[in-house]
């Protein structure tokens, strides 16, 4: 079945150890999405790639940045997590931006929890 | 600044009840409202609405939109123990000619055999 994956679903990290997260898609959309989710909070969007091109949101701090080598694959770099950094991260695709292709699917999350 | 905001924030309903979740927004350059289920893992799309006073439906769940007050509601009749969830509303909006989703902070609801 056509899908959003992510890997791994969790990940336990040191303070200041990078960590990559992973999310590949088997649906061929254009556009990948990655949100932050904390605990009893609602999804906040990091940034997101239309094919290759990158859109990063005003607020995503430096310490976040993201890669999408081919249209399947998309990956988030966290340089330094900090403990405010533990929380679910969310990979989503759409098809495109408007109307209908908007929809977003969302895979099943990256856990991630820093000591 | 653009706003979603769900209520009520929590809400515990016997089984069989009918419930009613609403979404309220102010944001510019509206495009749709999304409503989405999560449980214990990532949300799963529900609607998609565009147009005021179309009401969409499936199942025991249906959605409608007014454009005009800028709210939406999703009602659930005939409720089961496996609704319970966090419903999630979002708001697609065109920001700087990109489009993105804005989420409200859900509401769980919790249903009691």
């Known amino acids: 079945d056509a899908m959003v994956i992510q890997n791994p679903r969790y990940q336990v990290t040191q303070f200041g150890k990078p960590v990559t997260l992973s999310c590949s898609q088997t649906?061929?959309?254009?556009?990948m999405y990655w949100y932050q989710q904390k605990s009893s909070q609602a999804p906040k969007l990091l940034f997101h790639?239309?094919?290759?091109?990158?859109?990063n949101e005003a607020d995503t701090p430096d310490n976040f940045q993201s890669r999408r080598p081919n249209t399947s694959f998309c990956f988030l770099d966290i340089r330094s997590p900090g403990l405010g950094d533990a929380a679910m991260y969310l990979c989503?695709?759409?098809?495109?931006?408007?109307?209908?292709?908007?929809?977003?699917?969302f895979g099943p999350g990256t856990r991630l929890t820093v000591l | 600044e653009d706003k979603v905001v769900q209520s009520p924030l929590s809400l515990v309903v016997h089984e069989g009840d009918t419930v009613t979740l609403n979404c309220s927004y102010e944001?510019?350059?509206?495009?749709?409202l999304l409503w989405y289920k999560q449980e214990k893992k990532a949300p799963t799309f529900l609607f998609m609405l565009?147009?005021?006073?179309i009401e969409k439906k499936s199942g025991r769940l249906s959605s409608i939109l007014d454009k005009k007050e800028l709210f939406s509601i999703l009602n659930i009749t005939a409720t089961q123990t496996g609704d319970s969830a966090i419903y999630l509303c979002?708001?697609?909006?065109?920001?700087?000619?990109?489009?993105?989703?804005?989420f409200g902070t859900g509401t769980r609801l919790t249903i009691i055999p």
């Open positions: 790639y239309y094919d290759k091109d990158f859109n």
């Open positions: 565009t147009s005021s006073g």
């Open positions: 944001v510019t350059n509206f495009r749709s």
């Open positions: 979002a708001v697609d909006i065109l920001n700087f000619g990109n489009e993105k989703l804005t």
């Open positions: 989503a695709t759409s098809r495109g931006y408007s109307g209908f292709y908007n929809e977003q699917f």
């Open positions: 649906l061929n959309h254009n556009v």
